[in-house]
């Protein structure tokens, strides 16, 4: 038997076993704003506690995982600086913060996780958030942190739609709106964009405000109701689907791709933001989490490959059904309404 070939080993296994922690790790340093204080400069864990409150012994402790990690690094002996990655994606004061997700970390997503046996004994989620209720009640709360997670990808269609200044009235129906975020990056674009934004009516409010402090409220319409029930009007040109499908499964996925198709003008574009799984399920494996997630939080919400969403679309009466490339978990999904369909 050859000696030289890689021995199987129990580390990534144990790896996992502990995969809880940097999550948690990084969600209280967030909660105590170790990343904020320290982007004025480096500090120690006695100056760390002075201004954020929190103790010496917590803050140590945690602040050694995060150099461990290499979300915080050690300089000048006792002294803890912010990393490249860190400084660019942890401090809440910019926009390219990320850590909105993981202030929901163990108050709102690791308890329903907690049931995953029973859930895959039973098919049935812990609890199903894309119900009106108390789906309105998480998600109030859930779609301003997530905020700049989509921001980039809107921004980068955007570009691509490239509408300019001059011309018609620009008409965007942006579907499952939350924040906001999709419609409002186009109407940063172009003055000519003016919004409708879709959702619950307890959701809603949230949306008029992040719209109003970006300036653009005098740009915008509001409807509320559930997606297959709710008013989506005529003639748009442009239809957001922000990562709604995964949660709302396939068959009503298909309901909705059909009324969005009704509710665009001929030559209108359909843009979804999804977290895409390969056409046989081996990957990516945030996507295939993500999946997961729909399991432990909706009724029948999934992931899916392009190739299921473009048949889904073509049904639709879609053509054209392309990817775009864009800083977010998966690229965007574009497809068109032909010219001449009523």
């Known amino acids: 038997m050859s000696t030289s070939a890689t021995a199987v080993t129990p580390e990534r296994i144990m790896q996992f076993a502990w995969g809880y922690v940097p999550t948690l790790v990084l969600e209280s340093a967030i909660r105590h704003r170790v990343f ?5 400069g480096p500090m120690t864990v006695k100056q760390t506690a002075a201004a954020t409150g929190a103790s010496e012994r917590g803050l140590r402790t945690i602040m050694n995982v995060l150099v461990g990690l290499n979300f915080l690094a050690k300089v000048e002996g006792e002294r803890y600086a912010l990393t490249p990655e860190s400084e660019a994606f942890l401090v809440s004061a910019k926009p390219a913060f990320q850590g909105g997700i993981l202030k929901h970390t163990s108050r709102q997503l690791i308890p329903k996780w907690l049931d995953l046996n029973e859930v895959v004994a ?17 998600f109030k709360q859930f779609v301003t942190d997530i905020f700049p997670m989509s ?6 269609l955007a570009k691509h739609l490239a509408f300019g200044d001059s011309g018609a009235k620009v008409r965007v129906l942006d579907l499952a709106a939350g924040s906001g975020v999709w419609s409002i990056a186009l109407a940063q674009s172009s003055k000519r964009v003016v919004a409708t ?3 619950w009516a307890e959701v809603l409010p949230v949306t008029r405000q992040t719209v109003a402090r970006f300036g653009l409220a005098d740009r915008y319409n509001f409807v509320s109701g559930d997606l ?3 008013d989506f009007g005529k003639d748009h040109n442009v239809a957001t689907l922000g990562h ?5 499964g396939e068959a009503r996925s298909r309901k909705l791709l059909r009324k969005t198709f009704e509710a665009l003008a001929p030559g209108g574009t359909i843009a979804i933001g999804e977290f895409l799984v390969n056409a046989d399920r081996t990957g990516p494996v945030g996507s295939l989490f993500f999946a997961a997630n729909m399991l432990v939080n909706t009724e029948n919400g999934d992931t899916y490959s392009f190739e299921e969403i473009r048949q889904w679309l073509t049904e639709a ?9 864009a800083p977010g978990p998966s690229p965007l999904v574009l497809a068109t309404k032909p010219e001449g369909k009523p």
């Open 36 to 40: 904020d204080v320290l982007d004025a």
């Open 122 to 138: 039973t098919g049935k989620p812990s609890a199903a958030v894309n119900q009106e209720g108390g789906g309105s009640e998480f």
């Open 151 to 156: 921001y980039p990808s809107a921004t980068t």
């Open 197 to 199: 934004a879709v959702d």
């Open 228 to 230: 297959l029930e709710a």
């Open 244 to 248: 709604i499908l995964h949660s709302e």
């Open 317 to 325: 009466g879609f053509v054209d059904a392309r990817l775009l490339e």
